[in-house]
């Protein structure tokens, strides 16, 4: 990974930390459901307000590290607006991203903000905080009313 990249991923996390974007609760909403990342102690909320397959609002709650609550801003705008199934294909290419390996060629242009996410894998412990609220995601649309942890 080149320095450029790796700026750009701690400027990213650092400014949706301390202002994240869809924070709070959403006056009506179809899908809720909490995430857990038992090794750092990561726990947030995903509300979603979804109408003919279109996820109109969506947002998160709760407490976590830094990389966590970046990660559940970034995935509120990415989906935000888009029919389910974008929304599925964008949380398989985050899930590339972060699980490919790092000599890996990865095609930053068409990821855009996620691409920066290509600099968690520095920190192997790190993934599953980046990754719980794309997981908690995926699992409120498939209504699986259980809590999502990422240690699995
Ligand atoms: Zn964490």
Same mark, same amino acid.
């Given at each position: 990974?080149?320095?450029?990249?790796?700026?750009?991923?701690?400027?990213?996390?650092?400014?949706?930390?301390?202002?994240?974007?869809?924070?709070?609760? =959403?006056?009506?909403?179809?899908?809720?459901?909490?995430?857990?990342?038992?090794?750092?102690?990561?726990?947030?909320?995903?509300?979603?307000?979804?109408?003919?397959?279109?996820?109109?609002? =969506?947002?998160?709650?709760?407490?976590?590290?830094?990389?966590?609550?970046?990660?559940?801003?970034?995935?509120?705008?990415?989906?935000?607006?888009?029919?389910?199934?974008?929304?599925? *294909?964008?949380?398989?290419?985050?899930?590339?991203? =972060?699980?490919?390996?790092?000599?890996?060629?990865?095609?930053? *242009?068409?990821?855009?903000? =996620?691409?920066?996410?290509?600099?968690?894998?520095?920190?192997?412990?790190?993934?599953?905080?980046?990754?719980?609220?794309?997981?908690?995601?995926?699992?409120?649309?498939?209504?699986?009313?259980?809590?999502?942890?990422?240690?699995?």
């Amino acid at each position: 990974m080149d320095n450029e990249l790796d700026d750009l991923y701690q400027q990213v996390i650092l400014d949706h930390n301390k202002n994240p974007r869809n924070f709070g609760s =959403i006056p009506i909403k179809t899908h809720s459901l909490k995430g857990h990342n038992p090794l750092c102690g990561d726990l947030i909320t995903i509300n979603l307000l979804i109408e003919n397959d279109v996820i109109k609002d =969506i947002s998160f709650e709760g407490n976590g590290c830094a990389i966590s609550k970046a990660s559940a801003s970034i995935m509120t705008t990415l989906v935000k607006g888009k029919t389910v199934q974008e929304a599925m *294909e964008i949380f398989d290419q985050f899930h590339e991203l =972060i699980t490919s390996d790092m000599d890996e060629e990865i095609d930053t *242009e068409n990821l855009g903000k =996620i691409a920066v996410f290509a600099g968690v894998k520095q920190y192997p412990s790190r993934i599953k905080c980046a990754n719980l609220a794309w997981h908690t995601l995926k699992n409120a649309i498939e209504n699986k009313n259980s809590v999502v942890t990422t240690d699995k």
